[in-house]
């Protein structure tokens, strides 16, 4: 079916009907509620190219991926978060634009994108804690969301970020109160702002707990399963090793259980781990059982939501901007116990 076939088929004029499916404020609810059903039923999907015409939009949201010899962007957690957006996207009826550039000329592919008008908005990954990328954004004049948030920027902006303190705090805690005193932390790249949130969780549940900070204890790097696996060799040398591992994401994660498997030893028995855990589509953390305790937030939903917020902001640019903070839930796995007897 048509517009012209979908407008006689409601007895409404095909403007009436293309307003209502673009969402024109002075079309009704009722209106908009009846159009937009009748348009589902009959499996009618407007025109990109038209759309765009009659709307003035690119009907696009565009997503720059830096190609980083510091930071590997496109991994599985990119993938997942990807897919969520996607799925908003397309119930909008907006496509997704990437663009893959080197890390310095992310300024020319934001500036190209708003000189083409070829995205309504703009998606920013992997804030820093003073990200350049935010006011720039700002100065273009296009909206924009972060994945996460930049400590370190001043001023308004829309984000979407996990509590990523609170998390990590709740996690120390939780090995704290299980007997642990020499736990590591196995973190990411403390430039990139959720790991630096995650670390002030961790220092602040040890200091709560009167536990001092050991800097031999604290690691940040790419969070790869080789890192994982290194980090427990290295600490499990030293002459008063860890008896935890607090990791931040479940790919490092499975790099420590392979290193305590490899050393004999059993992960939840002798060696405790948490991990965070985006709840990954391909790599599910165990079945009934989880094979990990972990602080649990779904990327892929944040990818649903933060697109929504975007989405949002262009429908009604007159709003305040929307933010939202996540919670993470702790779930208990098997790779946790009481921390063992003082040899």
């Not at 909008?92 to 934001?110: C, P």
């Amino acid at each position: 079916m048509n517009l012209k076939e979908l407008a006689a088929y409601l007895n409404l004029s095909q403007t009436t009907v293309s307003r209502a499916l673009n969402g024109f404020p002075e079309v009704s609810e009722a209106t908009r509620k009846r159009v937009a059903a009748a348009a589902e039923q009959h499996n009618y999907r407007p025109n990109t190219r038209a759309k765009a015409l009659a709307t003035g939009r690119a009907m696009a949201i565009g997503h720059v991926i830096p190609l980083s010899s510091q930071h590997e962007m496109v991994n599985p957690i990119f993938g997942d978060f990807i897919a969520g957006a996607g799925e908003s996207y397309a119930a909008a009826g907006y496509d997704m634009v990437l663009s893959l550039v080197e890390d310095k000329k992310q300024e020319k592919a934001y500036r190209e994108m708003a000189s083409k008008r070829n995205v309504d908005g703009i998606v920013l990954h992997a804030p820093r804690m003073s990200d350049p990328r935010i006011g720039l954004l700002r100065e273009i004049g296009l909206p924009f969301a972060v994945h996460g948030r930049a400590s370190d920027v001043e001023g308004d902006y829309c984000w979407l970020d996990v509590n990523n303190k609170s998390a990590f705090d709740r996690a120390t805690r939780f090995l704290i109160d299980l007997g642990h005193r020499r736990i590591c932390l196995v973190n990411g790249l403390e430039s990139m702002d959720f790991a630096w949130r995650r670390r002030a969780g961790y220092e602040y549940a040890l200091k709560a707990a009167g536990l001092p900070l050991d800097p031999a204890l604290m690691y940040a790097e790419e969070m790869t399963e080789s890192y994982g696996y290194r980090t427990v060799v290295k600490t499990q040398a030293m002459i008063d090793p860890p008896t935890a591992y607090l990791v931040s994401s479940i790919i490092p994660a499975m790099g420590v259980r392979r290193a305590i498997e490899d050393s004999g030893r059993q992960m939840g028995r002798e060696i405790s781990v948490i991990t965070h855990d985006d709840d990954l589509s391909y790599l599910r953390n165990g079945d009934e059982v989880p094979q990990f305790t972990a602080t649990v937030s779904s990327v892929q939903e944040a990818g649903r939501q933060l697109a929504n917020l975007l989405l949002d902001q262009i429908r009604n640019p007159g709003l305040p901007l929307p933010t939202r903070l996540l919670e993470a839930q702790l779930t208990v796995g098997r790779s946790t116990g009481p921390a063992p007897s003082p040899r």
